[in-house]
């Protein structure tokens, strides 16, 4: 992320937040930014949105537009951790013209077979079964948002004719539903 911002913008400053040993001794060794950019991260789980917001505050300018991007995550924060308020919390600590990104495994696209694959897959490898939402339960993410078309749509649909290989395209996603289509909700909204 911080690569493609820093190349479009190379004044741009980048936080990323992990809570996975792994991927922090990564992050050490390979964040590097542009001369003028900066790029950072935060040793915390999502669920620790007083941390995040503190810290990321450090980096960033809130009184200037960012971009909370929440790509892959809010589906293993289960309904019991409130998801929702975790989102609206990190949205309130920006100013208006911020943006949200989401994407989150999809409830509609996945038949039971798909499903246990998935959970299965995600015992393995993040110890945390997925909360699959509906689009409307995804949809709650934007609350005080006004989705950028074409809206909340398939991750696939956001760049529906890519090359083949190219990202976005559901030969390069892994994450396509027996259709061949994405099984991903994916959205992004401009903060009121």
Do not use: C
């Not at 924060?77 to 994407?103: E, R, T």
């Not at 696939?156 to 976005?168: S, V």
């Amino acid at each position: 992320m911080h690569e493609i911002a820093q190349r479009l913008a190379p004044a741009s400053r980048v936080m990323y937040v992990e809570n996975d040993p792994v991927v922090l001794a990564h992050a050490r060794a390979l964040l590097n930014s542009s001369e003028t950019g900066a790029t950072q991260y935060i040793d915390a789980d999502l669920r620790d949105t007083d941390t995040i917001v503190r810290q990321a505050g450090e980096l960033l300018d809130f009184t200037r537009p960012v971009a909370v991007t929440l790509l892959a995550i809010l589906h293993v924060i289960p309904d019991s951790d409130d998801p929702h308020a975790i989102v609206a919390k990190l949205m309130d600590a920006v100013p208006a013209g911020s943006y949200l990104a989401v994407s989150h495994v999809a409830a509609e696209f996945l038949d039971q077979e798909a499903r246990d694959r998935t959970r299965d897959l995600a015992g393995r490898v993040i110890q945390q079964q997925p909360s699959y939402r509906s689009r409307e339960q995804v949809a709650r993410f934007f609350e005080g948002t006004d989705l950028v078309a074409p809206g909340l749509v398939r991750v696939d649909e956001w760049r529906p004719d890519p090359g083949p290989g190219e990202p976005g395209s559901a030969s390069s996603s892994g994450s396509a539903s027996s259709s061949g289509r994405a099984s991903w909700w994916g959205g992004v909204g401009r903060k009121r």
